[in-house]
């Protein structure tokens, strides 16, 4: 059972949205988007100095603000490298990306991240590990001391409505694999980022777990209104969580095809059995398959 939290920022006297009951004031349906949040603008990136890999080449992404947008492509077109620029991690060779109006020159504090590998502490416990970002973070690591039960009180909301409230004095490897990768989801969102990245976060999972977290993020991010990018390689995973997507050609990475997905929302598993829903896996597959195709060939 899901429990969504209640929006955490104070914005009780916006009007909800028409289109997914989540607050105006932070969310823009497609079609209705205000400004861009995320603009990656004709980036390139080239690894190494002299046998030169180019990963991305004359890529250019917006994001609004508060959508979530997928990123699908074949293997090896860049993807994660992607994610790494947008949150500052690399710099690019060639283009600008901006976030929230300002170009990315360094890490990026307003964001969370989750990779395919949950990547949680096995020394801490649970809780231990959720909190870890404010204690990381510059703006809440000299707050800790003082505001130690106000964040824990965070964390253990966040563990709640991921259904992990009884463990969070357990640790990671007292846990199975989508345990530990819902609480890496907690982790990722605690200090309450404005922009979340996900990187295959449940790539590693079986089909049915992979499923219950997608009504997870999905509840998280209908209730918290934050701005999602989301890369992977399951395209049903795509639809059912985006309202864009983005295809990827093989590397060098750029953009080939993008996808509005015009599915109501809250989705919900009979959302997978839509016409709709099927025919733009169908489609996504095979511009893949195209794209991968070129790649051999080449
Ligand atoms: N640190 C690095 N040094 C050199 N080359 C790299 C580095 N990281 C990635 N690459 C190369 O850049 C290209 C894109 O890699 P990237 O990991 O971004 O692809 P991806 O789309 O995430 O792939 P996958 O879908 O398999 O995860 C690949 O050819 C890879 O070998
Ligand atoms: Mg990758």
């Not at 360094?106 to 395919?116: E, H, I, N, S, W």
């Not at 009504?215 to 399951?234: E, K, M, P, R, Y």
């Not at 985006?242 to 990475?253: E, M, T, Y």
């Amino acid at each position: 059972m899901i429990t969504l939290l209640t929006p955490t920022r104070g914005y009780s006297s916006v009007a909800a949205c028409t289109i997914c009951a989540r607050n105006s004031e932070r969310h823009y349906p497609v079609g209705q988007t205000t400004s861009n949040f995320v603009e990656v603008v004709d980036v390139g990136l080239s690894y190494g100095r002299k046998s030169r890999v180019k990963a991305l080449d004359a890529l250019t992404i917006d994001v609004a603000r508060g959508e979530f947008v997928a990123i699908v492509g074949p293997s090896g077109c860049g993807k994660s490298s992607l994610m790494k620029l947008v949150t500052g991690l690399l710099p690019p060779t060639t283009g600008t990306i901006r976030v929230d109006g300002h170009e990315v020159l360094g890490p990026l504090k307003m964001v969370g991240m989750a990779f395919q590998n949950p990547t949680l502490l096995p020394w801490r416990k649970l809780l231990q590990n959720v909190l870890l970002p404010f204690e990381v973070t510059d703006e809440h690591r000299y707050k800790i001391r003082l505001k130690r039960s106000g964040y824990e009180q965070m964390a253990r909301s966040l563990l709640g409505s991921v259904g992990l409230a009884e463990f969070e004095s357990s640790y990671p490897w007292q846990l199975s694999g989508g345990m530990q990768q819902r609480a890496s989801l907690c982790r990722a969102l605690v200090h309450q980022p404005a922009l979340l990245m996900l990187d295959e976060p449940f790539g590693a999972l079986d089909a049915f777990t992979r499923e219950e977290l997608w009504d997870i993020l999905q509840g998280l991010w209908l209730s918290q209104g934050f701005t999602t990018i989301l890369v992977t390689h399951d395209l049903r995973e795509a639809v059912y969580l985006a309202d864009r997507i983005f295809v990827l050609s093989g590397r060098p990475g750029r953009v080939v095809a993008t996808h509005k997905v015009d599915l109501t929302r809250p989705r919900t598993p009979d959302t997978a059995y839509d016409l709709q829903f099927q025919e733009l896996v169908r489609g996504l597959r095979e511009e893949i398959r195209v794209e991968s195709a070129r790649i051999k060939h080449h």
